[in-house]
């Protein structure tokens, strides 16, 4: 849209009693923002208002999906994966037998075989069951020496690590044609970073296949040790979905996604930098001109996912007016939520924030068994990376961090005031008793834009509020 548009439509906008600004999320592409927009539109004119959408490029929701089904088809990530998952069955299995020795205790080869096996069902995401989903984690010490030693002893000596070290690696690193992964037959996807530190510099030369394997098996040991650090921080996703997020953030962060993730985010923030040109302020702008005219009527903010990563930037930018703000399983961290409020609390009239309950979110399968948690754990446990290097990033969304029996060391006091209590956090799927404004049958993270009972509440809001 070009600003002459912008300024038609924001001065339509200005001159209706209500508006609404929906921006949404970060899963779909741009065509099916516009049929979000275009099926949104009755729902908030039927409302009284006159509806805004904040449309852009995204589909993150897809490129994830796919990026994680073909890493997990690769050979080496299944034979990795497999080593820490056993291990890491083996170490809660000891303790909670009051043993030290992960290895008395560790599922036996055809135990560990039958678990992934059920999970490879690649043809129907839907499909598949997780691996060694009754296996509880629970808090407890850090893996012992002896048992980091025995880890390493055993995939030092695995031939087929060796073999893969010695050949795929170096081709793939290099890029030639001999580098790809024997189960799929196409290049692997390891980023190329960490190809890089794991391939000797003389492949045929003096060091051998034993030798060299050690830094592939020191970087599969930062993946275990992580994986029980996450369990005594209890900051997991549960055993096997934390196995894969440190497996993708020590071997494949480049490939599912991570910098796509930065990029949408670090667009939200430029999109209200100064300048003409930029969407986010010439919007800003308008609304402050009919604000300061005194034609500006209710502005609800409305952001699903992503979109509440923009609006809490909008709302950091803006210097005038009051808005009623209705976040839809939001994807901004607490964090960068708290920052706004700081900032910002005096541009918020209502608040009211709909989000899965902590069930549901481990219930949606965002690729299937391979991944069976929603996009906010992903994004939580592997994504975000505002903390640098942090196994997990608190993100608003994630109902484990805003109620009873969640981590305390999430819970920021400026965020509680704002998604505590039945007005301001409302958690899906609600019962039936749910008051008019408060309801939803929603159950996957994508629904929140199309779900009939979230329709109904967010017109309820805009007429209400």
């Avoid at 037959?185 to 000797?200: N, Q, S």
């Avoid at 510099?201 to 098996?217: E, I």
Wanted: aromatic content about 8%; proline content about 5%; glycine content about 10%.
């Amino acid at each position: 849209m070009t600003p002459d548009g912008l300024g038609a439509v924001m001065l339509a906008a200005a001159a209706s009693p209500r508006m609404v600004l929906h921006v949404h999320g970060g899963l779909v592409d741009e065509n099916a923002g516009l049929r979000i927009a275009e099926s949104l539109t009755p729902v908030y004119r039927g409302a009284g208002a006159y509806p805004v959408f904040v449309v852009w490029r995204a589909g993150l929701g897809e490129i994830v999906r796919n990026n994680l089904v073909e890493i997990a088809r690769e050979e080496i990530f299944e034979r990795l994966t497999s080593r820490v998952l056993s291990w890491s069955v083996g170490w809660l299995r000891g303790r909670a037998e009051g043993s030290r020795s992960s290895g008395a205790s560790r599922p036996t080869e055809p135990e560990l075989a039958e678990h992934l096996a059920a999970r490879r069902r690649f043809d129907d995401p839907d499909q598949g069951e997780e691996p060694f989903a009754d296996e509880e984690p629970f808090p407890g010490e850090q893996i012992t020496a002896a048992e980091q030693s025995a880890f390493l002893t055993e995939l030092e000596t695995d031939p087929y690590l060796t073999q893969w070290v010695t050949t795929v690696a170096p081709r793939a690193e290099a890029g030639a044609r001999g580098g790809i992964d024997p189960g799929t037959g196409v290049p692997t996807r390891m980023d190329t970073e960490v190809l890089a530190e794991i391939t000797p510099d003389d492949p045929d030369g003096a060091r051998g296949g034993g030798v060299v394997t050690v830094y592939l098996a020191r970087k599969a040991l930062q993946v275990l040790r992580a994986v029980i650090g996450r369990f005594r921080d209890r900051t997991d996703s549960g055993l096997y979905p934390t196995v894969v997020e440190e497996m993708l953030r020590v071997f494949y962060l480049g490939a599912v996604g991570a910098v796509l993730w930065s990029t949408m985010k670090k667009e939200t923030e430029d999109a209200f930098r100064p300048g003409d040109d930029r969407a986010g302020t010439l919007l800003l702008s308008h609304l402050a001109a009919a604000h300061d005219a005194g034609t500006l009527g209710r502005v609800t903010l409305v952001g699903h996912s992503t979109g509440a990563v923009y609006l809490d930037n909008l709302l950091l930018a803006a210097d005038r007016g009051r808005f009623q703000v209705c976040y839809l399983a939001p994807a901004c961290t607490t964090e960068h939520f708290a920052r706004t409020l700081d900032a910002a609390t005096d541009r918020i009239g209502r608040f009211r924030m709909f989000t899965m309950t902590d069930e549901a979110e481990r219930a949606d399968r965002l690729a299937g068994a391979v991944y069976p948690r929603s996009l906010l754990y992903l994004v939580s446990g592997l994504l975000e990376r505002d903390r640098g290097a942090s196994a997990v990033v608190p993100v608003l969304g994630l109902a484990r961090y805003l109620t009873p029996g969640g981590s305390a060391a999430f819970r920021l006091d400026s965020v509680h005031p704002y998604t505590a209590g039945p007005d301001r956090l409302i958690l899906s799927p609600t019962g039936a008793q749910a008051l008019a404004g408060a309801r939803s049958t929603a159950v996957r993270h994508g629904d929140f834009d199309d779900d009939a009972l979230v329709r109904d509440s967010l017109a309820h809001l805009v007429r209400s509020w």
